[in-house]
């Protein structure tokens, strides 16, 4: 119910976060134009593109050229030309020109749908379910084995079926580790309030588990590591010409509130206050003919476009130098020329280039500290996501697309480019199949199926509806520092539940065992089944406290070493199964106290030793040296103070003197005490022979 209530909570949020926009089709039917609904559309239908229109549908255009911005869909930062002939993805904005086509695809065959598909097919499974699974498991065989042995020994000394069976039922209410789900949830959950209150908003709460123990970040490039804004990065003018003098040429040769390129052109040009000249006569960019062009009032034709389509002469060594470093800095090159009569002289070229954003370097740092290799998945060309990479402090090899299909060691690469949705799901499950817990950041609809894939998926603020919903984490304000924020909760949530489950193993070992040894010793049990839910009750509940429990984030990546857990559990275990028969032994051999004291002296015994567990082990260092939370305080005062009532004035048990009740408290305290010295001496012997990478 925590759980369900948590994400349902999360998911009314991402649905406040959408914005519904219902696409129409400009269809031609029964020879004449019409406008219906997109999802009206077939294949075969003849469909208009219009400035500012949304692609209804994957369609191969027959007349026309536009320009399309397709990054929410590829990764591609800046827009495209399409001309016929070429297809056009359903989602895709037309930024400029018109054109006409032939619907190919709709629904869930487009480019688009085959991304949903992917969503609903992509499914991770979280280092969080294979740990409760492992851990039960274990239990399972280890305590399966010695309520096996106890049946056998009550069965060969001769108990009838009717005390056999209270003895089974103590034994497996005994076994069972009821609340270990539970605290998982409960401890995901307070730590998903905690984020919330930041800039993080949790949609699954599996995703904070798993933010503790991600070991690599899948990132994608634009609008994530980059600013998703075009900006002018260099100007280079030649033969003379001012840099101010090409700014101003470009400027002349584009137009306000067009093309998203002229805008940034025109925007640099005030912000440099150029003069630009005002032309007699403009023509827009054209896809077909790759430049715009202005021409002055003298007759002079300024243009600015693809450098190829504007020069037919071979470029002077200057020129190419200049091409040669534009590009090399991961910018887009635009050439801008002259033309006086039939002389055309090249004036100068700009570098556009989608700058990194302000935190990306400084977030690389952070997560590299943390232990958190981050790589590049980018649907953009290799060679400017290998510049951004770079800029951010992204090392490694740079993998294109082809190369996807038969790569086998994913880890040789830092930046991957041209990557497409199905290749991203593949690399995701590559790194998975590595032994990553892999994280996957990304905004656009092409980054849905990995972020879904991915343990811990995170949506960035300005991410689309569909990333919102396939994310674990959506970041509500800009910037990436909500991915620290999440692991460093993660770790915090990962060492109270580490605590609690290493916790719950001492237990459950210890009280099995300890049915056993005290049916050997006694020959009965020494814990009814009423006694032993009373104990459930008052220890595998109320120390779900643990989840509220102060912790600090570690500084190294957090594994779920269930062997070492269940290793560890057991050796505490041990020693408080040592503690418990003692103190049997001294009821019996000593204070002379029948079977019903006897189970009242295991139950306060048991008690009091599961307590005295949680503090050891909740601190590295002695377990004095920190202070509890609040509620975990609280729960032990009431607890232990629950428990000496119960059993000093005998509700629901038989009752044992109050000096009996105070040796009980005092030896608690003395085994708390070894049991720390215990821990210590192990760490110490620990850190002599294992690395730190090794530990918990």
Not at 112 to 117: I, Q
Not at 372 to 386: C, I, L, Q, S, Y
Not at 526 to 555: E, G, K, W, Y
Request: proline share 4%; net charge neutral; glycine share 8%.
């Amino acid at each position: 119910m925590v759980g369900m209530t948590q994400e349902a909570r999360a998911k009314d949020a991402v649905a406040a976060l959408k914005q519904t926009l219902a696409v129409m089709a400009s269809v031609r039917r029964d020879g004449l134009w019409t406008r219906i609904d997109a999802s009206g559309l077939v294949p075969g239908d003849l469909v208009k593109l219009a400035l500012g229109a949304v692609a209804p549908a994957d369609i191969k255009l027959v007349a026309g050229s536009v320009l399309v911005d397709q990054s929410m869909l590829t990764g591609e930062s800046l827009p495209v030309d399409r001309k016929p002939g070429e297809l056009t993805y359903a989602g895709a904005m037309i930024r400029q020109g018109e054109a006409t086509g032939i619907v190919v695809a709709t629904g869930a065959r487009t480019y688009f749908g085959k991304t949903a598909s992917l969503v609903q097919d992509a499914h991770g499974v979280s280092g969080e379910q294979r740990a409760v699974l492992a851990v039960v498991r274990d239990l399972a065989l280890v305590n399966g084995v010695v309520v096996l042995a106890m049946l056998s020994y009550a069965h060969a000394i001769g108990r009838t079926f009717d005390e056999t069976v209270p003895l089974l039922l103590t034994a497996l209410l005994a076994s069972i580790p009821v609340a270990l789900p539970s605290t998982f949830t409960l401890a995901a959950a307070l730590s998903a309030r905690r984020l919330v209150r930041g800039a993080v908003l949790p949609t699954r709460l599996a995703a904070i588990n798993e933010a503790a123990t991600m070991s690599l970040l899948c990132s994608d490039k634009t609008g994530t590591l980059t600013q998703n804004a075009l900006s002018i990065q260099s100007v280079v003018g030649f033969d003379g010409a001012a840099e101010d003098a090409v700014l101003a040429a470009a400027a002349a040769a584009s137009s306000e509130g067009g093309d998203p390129v002229d805008q940034v052109i025109i925007d640099a040009a005030r912000a440099r206050r150029v003069t630009v000249p005002v032309p007699r006569h403009f023509e827009p960019f054209d896809p077909a003919r790759k430049y715009a062009e202005a021409q002055l009032a003298d007759g002079v034709l300024l243009r600015k476009g693809a450098l190829g389509a504007l020069i037919s002469v071979p470029l002077s060594a200057e020129q190419k130098k200049a091409r040669k470093h534009l590009t090399e800095a991961g910018c887009r090159v635009l050439a801008v020329t002259r033309t006086n009569a039939t002389t055309t002289v090249l004036l100068g070229l700009l570098g556009l280039a989608d700058p990194p954003r302000d935190d990306a370097a400084n977030l690389i740092t952070a997560l590299h500290d943390l232990g958190v290799r981050v790589v590049m998945v980018t649907g953009d060309a290799p060679e400017t996501a290998a510049v951004i990479a770079k800029a951010v402090g992204i090392t490694g090899g740079v993998c294109e697309s082809a190369e996807l299909e038969t790569l086998s060691a994913p880890d040789d690469y830092g930046v991957f480019g041209g990557v497409f949705p199905e290749q991203k799901f593949r690399l995701v499950k590559l790194f998975q199949g590595e032994g990553h817990v892999v994280g996957m950041c990304g905004d656009g609809t092409n980054d849905a199926p990995a972020l879904r894939q991915a343990q811990m998926g995170i949506a960035v603020s300005t991410a689309t509806d569909v990333a919102k919903a396939a994310a674990g984490l959506v970041l509500t304000s800009p910037g990436l520092a909500g991915i620290l924020d999440a692991m460093r909760e993660g770790r915090a949530a990962f060492q109270r539940i580490r605590t609690y489950t290493l916790t719950m193993v001492v237990r459950k070992i210890a009280l099995v065992l300890y049915l056993a040894l005290g049916l050997v010793i006694t020959g009965h049990a020494v814990l009814t089944p009423l006694l032993m839910v009373l104990l459930l009750i008052i220890n595998d509940f109320l120390t779900m406290a643990i989840t509220t429990d102060r912790a600090l984030p570690s500084s190294h990546l957090r594994y779920w070493r269930i062997g070492r857990i269940i290793g560890a559990g057991g050796m505490y275990g041990l020693a408080t199964l040592g503690y418990a028969t003692l103190m049997l032994q001294v009821g019996r051999g000593f204070w002379h106290l029948p079977l019903a004291q006897i189970r009242t002296l295991s139950f306060l015994t048991l008690m009091l030793a599961i307590q005295a567990s949680v503090y050891v082990i909740r601190e590295e260092r002695w377990f004095w040296l920190s202070a509890p939370s609040i509620w975990l305080g609280c729960a032990t005062v009431a607890t232990v103070a629950f428990s000496l009532l119960v059993a000093g004035f005998g509700i629901l048990m038989a009752p044992l003197s109050w000096n009996i009740l105070s040796i009980i408290i005092i030896s608690a305290f003395v085994f708390a005490l070894l049991l720390g010295s215990l821990k210590i001496t192990v760490a110490l012997v620990e850190r002599q022979i294992l690395e730190p990478e090794s530990e918990w």
